[in-house]
Each structure stands twice: as C-alpha cells, then as structure tokens.
C-alpha cells in the first residue's frame, strides 16, 4: 500500500530548536515558506526550516552502507612517479 502522508518537522530557522511536527497529505507538503514562527528558545518569531523527519538519518544510514575508500594503486608494470 502507497504511502499517502509524510511528517514534516519545523526547525528554527536561527537555533534548530524543534518547533512543530505534522502529519500532511504528500499532496499537500511544502517544505518551502517564507512565514515566520515562534521560536520557545529564542523568545522569537523566527523564520523556520521544515525537512521530512528522519531524512537526515536516513541519509547517514546510507552513507554508511557505502564501501570504504582506499588509496589508489598504480597498476601492476607502471611506475608510480610522473
């Protein structure tokens, strides 16, 4: 079954404190806005940053699952020096 609704956190836009999470149709998300709002830490309105929750830690995850770089070797027969 298609998922049809998706989480957004508000951040503030000065701090990162969390200001809001809900629940919104996909249809219906914005994560773009120019609205300011209240921020408890800063004692102010502020402009906030809203992301889908867990995103970050979905792209750490990720990244980990990636193979470790190592160092290039030059091929066999070829010298390293230019």
Partial sequence: MP????????????????????????DNMMLSTSELAWCPKCQADRPQVRDVAGRLESIKQEQHSYPKAVPAEPFPGQSSGR
Avoid: A, L, P
């Fill in 3 to 26: 998922i049809n609704e998706v989480t957004v956190v508000s951040c503030c836009g000065e701090c990162g404190t969390e200001i809001e999470t809900v629940t919104v149709k996909k």
